[in-house]
């Protein structure tokens, strides 16, 4: 029988039973009777007779199948199994896989995500997937080198996101870190990184702090057209300075308008998941204008679980941007978020001679040393917590709330205009005039 042509295996046909045309050299075709034709080469390794496959026709041609019998008869005559060569093979793919930047990188993530708050884990994710993962995701993570990591910061960098390429840089040393802690690697070569990267100048939310851009703010929210919801939510904001988060998952439960407080659980506190079991609630004293609001909103939202539901659903507050699209809306896009209503507060509030430590209070941040010496000198810090939320430590609060509350007022009134001769009268008086 002559040698096996390309013609003659496109011709083969099925049979009854399995037939096998050889091809020389130990390969051959396997036909099978429901027409599958598979490659097949039979060797001898150790003085034990073997068979491996080589693929199926016609994904495999003729040549091609020659082609990987030669290469498994050279490994044979280097003292190789093709068999256990293709095994291992096998293993180490499967262990690259598993042991992937992208695959080590989102154990980590699963591992820590339960300690965060959902922003923050939603930010951490979407910046690996968008940043990382595209260009390295697929690689070893021991393959994986410092410059790999740096040309992907620096796309980052390009694009004007400086602030973002730092956070992902410390994302990247921290998997790290886990990764040889649990095996997957050896070297920190994010850590290498550090210092590489221009410097991030830290920029505030945008906020106003002029007093008459501040008055034009007020009169706009007066006159806001939009949702009867969003219109209170934006003339409440302004009185209350919470987080965004923490005014858009507001319940009525949590307000004591009698007491005029309201006490938000610590839940929804901008802190790690791990601290918040045993955190204390940040109360916010209403000053009577917010009160007001919230009595004049409670008839249309009452019946619902949130102070502000969504549109589409009661039983969902109300979108995070919501209040962000309607200052937009009002003409102040690029000038203030939501966000910066917080900074708008603390600013004016420490320039009109507030306690900077009790702005600092109300704002639920960390206090400094200076308010704990007073309280408590060198007592135990465990105490800290409680001494802060005893009533009579709301009192200057109250007063500085309320402070805030006639202060927005007062700017929210337009400047009367000056009349001529008035002008005139005053120019005289400072010398300006003619005699």
Request: glycine share 8%.
């Amino acid at each position: 029988m002559g040698e096996l042509t390309a013609v003659a295996v496109r011709n083969a046909r099925p049979r009854e039973k399995m037939y096998r045309l050889a091809a020389g050299k130990g390969l051959f075709l396997q036909v099978m009777p429901n027409g599958a034709r598979y490659w097949r080469l039979k060797y001898r390794f150790a003085g034990k007779p073997l068979m491996i496959s080589l693929g199926v026709f016609p994904e495999v041609s003729l040549a091609e199948a020659r082609e990987a019998r030669d290469e498994a008869r050279k490994l044979r005559a280097s003292g190789i199994d093709p068999s256990m060569k293709r095994r291992v093979d096998k293993l180490q793919l499967e262990c690259a896989v598993e042991n992937s930047f992208e695959a080590v990188s989102r154990a980590w993530y699963a591992e820590m995500e339960p300690q965060w708050v959902e922003s923050y884990a939603r930010g951490v994710r979407r910046r690996l997937e968008i940043n990382i993962y595209p260009w390295l995701g697929k690689l070893p993570i021991v393959d994986v080198t410092s410059g790999m990591i740096l040309v992907c910061l620096r796309r980052i960098v390009e694009r004007g996101a400086v602030e973002t390429a730092h956070r992902t840089l410390n994302y990247l040393v921290e998997i790290y870190r886990w990764a040889i802690r649990h095996n997957n690697a050896t070297r920190n070569v994010a850590a290498d990184l550090i210092g590489a990267l221009p410097v991030s100048v830290g920029q505030n939310f945008p906020t106003l702090t002029d007093p008459d851009r501040i008055g034009e703010l007020l009169r706009a929210i007066d006159g806001y057209a939009g949702s009867y919801i969003t219109r209170y939510a934006l003339k409440i904001a302004p009185l209350v300075f919470t987080r965004p988060g923490e005014m858009r998952k507001a319940m009525w439960t949590e307000f004591d308008l009698d007491e005029a407080v309201w006490t938000i659980p610590a839940v929804n506190l901008k802190m790690r998941k791990a601290l918040k079991a045993t955190a204390d609630p940040h109360l916010v004293p209403l000053s009577r204008q917010a009160v007001a609001l919230l009595r004049e909103l409670q008839p249309l939202t009452g019946s619902s679980l949130f102070v502000f539901p969504g549109e589409r659903s009661i039983k969902r507050p109300m979108s995070d941007g919501t209040i962000n699209a309607a200052l937009c809306r009002m003409g102040f896009k690029g000038e203030l978020v939501h966000h910066g209503l917080r900074h708008m507060a603390s600013t004016a509030l420490n320039e009109l001679g507030w306690d900077e430590d009790e702005v600092e209070l109300q704002l639920s941040h960390k206090v400094k040393r200076s308010i704990i010496d007073r309280q408590l000198g060198n007592q135990d810090k465990n105490r800290i917590r409680a001494i802060y939320n005893k009533a009579k430590y709301l009192d200057g609060r109250r007063r500085m709330m309320q402070a805030w509350a006639d202060y927005l007022d007062g700017l929210r009134e337009p400047k009367p205009a000056v009349p001529m001769s008035a002008a005139k009268r005053s120019a005289r008086a400072g010398g300006g005039g003619q005699g």
